[in-house]
């Protein structure tokens, strides 16, 4: 059974301030996708990232793929409100098979 | 990206009695599938809903619970049956089309089985 660990599970900071989040496996993903889920909401993709050491950007929102393919992180840069949510982080193996999701980290930004 | 919606958005239920979610995409897609996601808990699979045939099931999740319709490439249903507390949670439609390494989720249904 694949596992992704994802850490912190809680956080909540003071708007302007930068966070990471971090998403860890023993297995080797040939993709990573990131959701940001709102209450009520199913989840939204941010970003899907596929090659070991990829960075992508999405406004204040930067995205990296680990040289193996095992571990990702999230990093945003003077956070808003607006980013509250649950960030999931998912992996695929090659091919047509399952997701696996990560148990989220539930973020809260304060005005 | 696909449009996803799901009919109830939410409902209460009361204990043994069964609910079917619809799943409804604004175009053809290959994969669909149902998730659950459980108070405090990520997102696990219940099944694949293969077009025309029975769906594929998740190692814990049997079709006499959670049996689920796909008659074409747009459109499923999951219906929960003989409901009791524990199935309480956010059910989850998703998609996917072949070569896209994406899925795609709509709004969630939110259950709560008293």
């Known amino acids: 059974t694949q596992l992704l660990e994802q850490s912190p599970q809680f956080l909540s900071i003071q708007e302007g301030e930068n966070l990471t989040v971090y998403c860890n496996s023993s297995s080797v993903f040939s993709s990573l996708q990131w959701y940001r889920q709102e209450p009520g909401e199913g989840p939204v993709l941010l970003v899907t990232v596929v090659t070991g050491g990829e960075v992508k950007k999405l406004k204040r929102l930067t995205f990296q793929f680990g040289d193996a393919r095992k571990d990702s992180s999230l990093h945003i840069t003077a956070a808003q409100p607006g980013d509250t949510g649950l960030y999931l982080c998912?992996?695929?193996?090659?091919?047509?098979?399952?997701?696996?999701f990560g148990i989220g980290t539930k973020l809260q930004v304060i005005p | 990206s696909a449009v996803i919606s799901q009919k109830p958005s939410r409902d209460i239920c009361q204990r043994g009695t069964s609910l079917t979610i619809q799943c409804q995409v604004d175009?053809?897609?290959?994969?669909m599938f149902w998730y659950r996601q459980q108070p405090g808990q990520s997102l696990t699979l219940i099944a694949t809903?293969?077009?025309?045939?029975?769906?594929?099931?998740e190692s814990g999740f049997v079709i006499d619970k959670f049996p689920i319709s796909r008659p074409n490439l747009t459109f499923s249903t999951l219906t929960v049956s003989n409901m009791s507390p524990e199935d309480s949670s956010i059910y989850l439609c998703?998609?996917?089309?072949?070569?896209?390494?994406?899925?795609?989720f709509g709004p969630g249904t939110r259950l709560t089985v008293l």
């Open positions: 998703s998609v996917e089309s072949r070569g896209t390494d994406t899925q795609y």
């Open positions: 998912a992996g695929r193996t090659g091919g047509y098979q399952k997701v696996t």
């Open positions: 175009s053809q897609v290959t994969m």
């Open positions: 809903a293969n077009q025309g045939s029975e769906a594929t099931y």
